[in-house]
């Protein structure tokens, strides 16, 4: 596995209309591998946890307990993976730090109900202030 096919995953976040195709990259291509692990390192308080349990409730249509959140990057390719468990459905998500674009897929193991979402972040405008209702 070359971590050069990062740039072609980064591709195909951005524009590709088949995110299950996306995850199915992603998965055929780094997940198993020895490369992705051993250039990864441990992810905590990033503001992709804050986001994820409003993201999978948007996708699911109800509140689920996310649990076993573990972010990992590979800091030289602005890329961030982890795999979490949002109620009974496991959980991968994939995001380019500096696109601002990644990919959330939800699995149920019994089921095979499948669900993926394309999510995009930006920093608030310098100037931009909450409402007050």
Not at 60 to 72: A, F, Q, Y
Not at 80 to 94: A, E, K
């Amino acid at each position: 596995m070359q971590l050069e096919l990062l740039s072609t995953l980064k591709e195909k976040m951005t524009r590709a209309e088949d995110l299950e195709g996306v995850m199915m990259y992603f998965y055929d291509n780094f997940v198993g591998q020895g490369e992705l692990p051993r250039r990864s390192v441990p992810v905590e308080g990033s503001f992709l946890e804050d986001m994820l349990p409003q993201t999978v409730k948007g996708m699911l249509h109800k509140e689920v307990r996310i649990k076993g959140l573990r972010l990992m990057a590979v800091p030289q390719y602005d890329f961030i993976h982890g795999t979490f468990w949002g109620g009974d459905f496991v959980g991968t998500l994939i995001y380019f730090e500096d696109v601002e674009v990644g990919v959330i897929s939800l699995s149920h193991p019994v089921t095979e109900d499948t669900y993926v979402v394309r999510f995009r972040t930006c920093d608030a405008p310098n100037d931009w202030l909450p409402s007050v209702n």
